[in-house]
């Protein structure tokens, strides 16, 4: 029978197939019946809390005087949540064991520490947010401190908006004095530390109400430092002889509550700190905000209100004295690397 006989084979006049539709089979929609919708929930009763530390997916969220367990939502895509972070969480936010609660919202930054690879990278990677200041750990010796390394970790901070304070610990190792005068042009706190002796007085006056991070060299004492001062057991390590490095023992950033008030939040050590996001025009508008100047400008006008070619050339006439000549030099050398533009070209 071809489909142009009659389909009910009544014997009646032939026609075509005519109710050939209404005989197709409509499924139904293997993955749910509801339409797909773009509205999303508003989370208006979300839970605040704050990021704590970040391992493997799992974040770990202060809510109230716990540290509850939580991942990311899938509705915020590739946007990074990290140590310091001001988030929402919905889900289950009792803290109990086994529990999981959502992150669903991530609110602004008000400061945010980040690194590359290399000076030519530009591929960033975030470390911390909403930090108040940079305690840069170095050790007066074993291992030797370096510089150039300090002076990328005020690059850095400088960048991040972040106040920098500059802590020497190993003092009964070596005279820190002669490093310190590297230094002499910029209004840093400074805080000194031996390796028998943590200087808890100072440390509290330093880290009192502000959220701190710690960033230095491996081996310098750091964790150390932060175990002395929160009553955590942060794995710490030695300096190997022969190469005279430190070893890792942080593996991740973690904020930690100080005993006296305060939190700081402690990172793993490095032995290098690329900076190719840095904006150099911060840089120079920091650098000129934390000079110690030696002598008045001509003109009456403080360097933190001068143009960055302003602030190269009066530097360079001794504004600030033979070490701010040396810190200026320092800080264009880095930037020219990463093929920034040096102002004192203009």
């Not at 593996?251 to 904006?279: E, K, N, Q, Y």
């Amino acid at each position: 029978m071809s489909w142009w006989d009659d389909a009910d084979g009544d014997d009646g006049e032939d026609e075509p197939y005519g109710d050939y539709e209404s005989r197709i089979r409509i499924r139904p929609n293997p993955k749910g019946n509801r339409p797909r919708t773009k509205v999303r929930p508003t989370h208006e009763d979300a839970t605040a809390g704050w990021v704590t530390n970040v391992d493997r997916g799992r974040f770990g969220v202060l809510v109230g005087d716990a540290v509850i367990t939580a991942t990311k939502a899938r509705e915020l895509g590739k946007k990074s949540v990290v140590t310091g972070d001001h988030v929402s969480l919905v889900g289950d936010t009792s803290g109990e064991p086994g529990s999981l609660a959502r992150i669903v919202k991530v609110a602004e930054r008000t400061t945010l520490l980040r690194r590359s690879a290399d000076d030519t990278d530009e591929v960033e990677r975030v470390i911390v947010a909403n930090a108040d200041q940079m305690l840069i750990v170095v050790a007066a010796a074993d291992p030797e401190p370096r510089t150039r390394l300090i002076d990328r970790y005020l690059v850095a901070a400088f960048d991040a908006g972040l106040d920098p304070v500059l802590c020497i610990t190993k003092t009964d190792l070596a005279d820190p004095a002669p490093f310190l005068e590297h230094f002499a042009c910029l209004s840093l706190r400074i805080v000194t530390s031996r390796s028998d002796d943590v200087p808890f007085a100072a440390l509290h006056d330093v880290l009192d109400e502000k959220v701190t991070v710690t960033v230095g060299h491996s081996g310098v004492g750091k964790s150390t430092l932060v175990n002395a001062i929160t009553g955590a057991t942060r794995a710490t390590g030695h300096v190997n002889a022969v190469t005279g490095r430190g070893r890792h023992t942080s593996s991740s950033s973690i904020a930690l509550r100080v005993r006296d008030g305060g939190w700081i939040i402690d990172t793993p050590g490095v032995r290098s700190f690329g900076l190719g996001h840095v904006d150099p025009a911060n840089v120079f508008r920091a650098f000129a905000a934390h000079a110690v100047p030696v002598r008045e400008p001509a003109d009456g006008i403080p360097l933190s209100q001068a143009h960055d070619w302003e602030i190269v050339d009066r530097v360079a006439d001794g504004e600030l004295g033979p070490t701010g000549v040396e810190r200026l030099d320092s800080f264009r050398a880095l930037l020219t690397g990463m093929g920034a533009e040096d102002p004192g070209q203009e």
